[in-house]
Each structure stands twice: as structure tokens, then as C-alpha cells.
């Protein structure tokens, strides 16, 4: 057990979170090793039997930003893959069944930036995660649509992958290349820094497909839901969410920033069994559900 802001929490998560962790790292050597297997086969080498697409092809924010140039004259913005389109498609539908799961569980970069905050969360204890003044962080949350409009608008315009330029992802797997640019890798730096103090900080203030995902939190499928009958009302689940995310506030997480990780769910962190649920609408009946508004006087008897 470890003790966080006066409360106990379990410091081991059971099989079913390793899980994600399992399945992130696999995805980010993956994407590794195609990456360094395309710049092995640009000079004459390679891995044998081993994929050679470009980080391109196997984007899938690729197909969001070519849908314009697509639909308009039936081709693809510079640089993408009609491979794209097809992971453009796997992960919209996987997002509506159970949300921005590639955020939470495939994206490299967010992995890379849960690692390093697993350092700031073991040094600054309890000022991790709270840097940012409350008031600031909720403004700063929707830049992320901003930067998406901005992205979405200049490949149209341009036809070219204008975002390479300033994207961290890709100067992640291809800093040693020319192909990278300076201002990327800086980007990339900054990220990295800001992570040993806040948690995901690209995925929180400035992610455009993070902001595209994210709005599928309003009508998914299979989601975060609490059973106020048997919470305890601790606030567990609130203070572990990756995102911030106020859990132990809501009956259902529609957040547009929830990343599905999981976290904040019985199966991790909540105390109760079966309390804080990853299921389908109909997994706790009306009958069972405890109003908002008498969730502070119920707590008080628990």
C-alpha cells in the first residue's frame, strides 16, 4: 500500500493493467524497429522478413489529414500511404466501441511520456501532476482543437504534410534521419521535459488526433461508469486518472480527454469491487445509482 494525499492506495495494479503496459511497449519497439528498418534499407541494408514502411504509412492521423485532398481530387496529401486510411478507419471504429483506446494503449508517444512522469511522480510526489493552475489547465485542454483546425487547414491548402515539421511522434523515430526537422526535435525535447511534471502534457494541451479521438468520449459504445451505490467516494479514482479526469464526480466519464487506460477502474485503483466498471450502458440499473447530489452526505455515512 502507499499513502497519497492521506489516502491508501495499492501500489501494485493486478494482470489486466501490466496488460496495457505489455501492449504499449510492444507497439512502441514495433514502431522502432520499422522505423530504423526504413532508414536500414534507404542505405543498402535491413531487417530480414521485417516490415519497410515509413512512419507515414503507418499513421493513422495520415488518412485524417488527406480526407480534404481525397474526397476533393481522389488522392493523398504528400507523403501518406493509402495504408493510412485503412489504420485511419481500424481506429475510429475502436474508438467508438471503446474509446481513444490508441491514445491510452498503442500511441508511442504517450507511452514514452507515461515512463518519464513515472520518475516526476516518484520525485515530486505531490506536486506531479498539479503545476498548472486548475482555472489555466481547463483553457489550455481545448488548444488541442486548435492545433487540429490549424493542421487540417494547411494540408488542405498546401497538400503537404505540413505537421511532420512539428510533430514529436515523428522526430521521436526519426531524430537520427535528415528527414526530421529541427523544430520537431525540439518540440519532441519540450514534451519530454514538461512530462517529468505533468502527466502527458502533448496528449493533454496540443495533440491534433488525440482532439479528434477524443470526441468520440461523447457517444461510445463501452465506457467508464461508476457505480454510486458502493463507491466510497475517496476520490482514488480521481487522483490516479492520468487526464485529471474528476471520476469520482460522475455517474458516466464522457470527458473528451479520457484515453480509456483504464486507471481509475476497480480492476486498478478503486478499493470496491466492480465499482468503477469498463462496460456497456446497462451494466448498473437506475435503481442502484445514488443522485450526484447527495453523493457528499452519502459518503459521510460510508
Not at 233 to 243: E, H, N, Q, V
Amino acid at each position: 500500500m502507499i499513502k497519497l494525499f492521506g489516502k491508501q492506495f495499492r501500489l501494485f495494479r493486478p494482470r489486466s493493467i501490466w496488460l496495457r503496459k505489455i501492449v504499449q511497449w510492444g507497439f512502441f519497439v514495433l514502431i522502432a524497429l520499422i522505423a530504423i528498418n526504413r532508414s536500414l534499407i534507404e542505405n543498402g541494408s535491413g531487417i530480414p522478413f521485417f516490415p519497410s514502411a515509413s512512419l507515414h504509412a503507418i499513421c493513422p492521423f495520415g488518412g485524417v489529414v488527406s480526407i480534404y485532398q481525397f474526397a476533393a481530387v481522389g488522392t493523398f496529401v504528400q507523403k501518406i500511404h493509402e495504408a493510412s486510411f485503412a489504420l485511419m478507419a481500424i481506429v475510429f471504429v475502436m474508438s467508438i466501441l471503446f474509446g481513444p483506446v490508441f491514445c491510452g494503449w498503442v500511441c508511442p508517444l504517450g507511452t514514452i511520456q507515461e515512463f518519464i512522469s513515472n520518475f516526476g511522480r516518484k520525485y515530486l510526489r505531490r506536486r506531479f501532476n498539479h503545476f498548472v493552475p486548475e482555472k489555466l489547465d481547463k483553457v489550455l485542454r481545448f488548444l488541442r482543437y486548435a492545433v487540429l483546425a490549424w493542421v487540417l487547414y494547411m494540408t488542405a491548402v498546401t497538400g503537404k504534410l505540413i505537421f511532420a515539421e512539428y510533430d514529436p511522434y515523428h522526430a521521436l523515430f526519426s531524430f537520427w534521419t535528415s528527414e526530421v526537422s529541427w523544430l520537431g526535435v525540439g518540440i519532441l525535447l519540450i514534451t519530454l521535459g514538461l512530462s517529468f511534471f505533468v502527466e502527458r502534457p502533448w496528449c493533454k494541451y496540443a495533440c491534433p488526433y488525440g482532439a479528434v479521438l477524443g470526441m468520440t468520449n461523447w457517444f461510445r459504445i463501452f465506457g467508464i461508469r461508476r457505480n454510486q451505490a458502493t463507491c466510497k467516494a475517496d476520490g482514488a479514482c480521481s487522483i490516479l486518472c492520468p487526464m485529471n479526469i474528476p471520476v469520482d464526480s460522475v455517474a458516466v466519464v464522457r470527458d473528451h480527454q479520457c484515453i480509456s487506460c483504464l486507471e481509475c477502474t476497480s480492476e486498478a485503483v478503486c478499493p470496491v469491487a466492480r465499482t468503477v466498471e469498463f462496460s456497456t450502458s446497462g451494466k448498473f440499473s437506475k435503481a442502484n445509482q445514488i443522485p450526484l447530489s447527495s453523493k457528499t452526505s452519502t459518503a459521510g455515512t460510508k
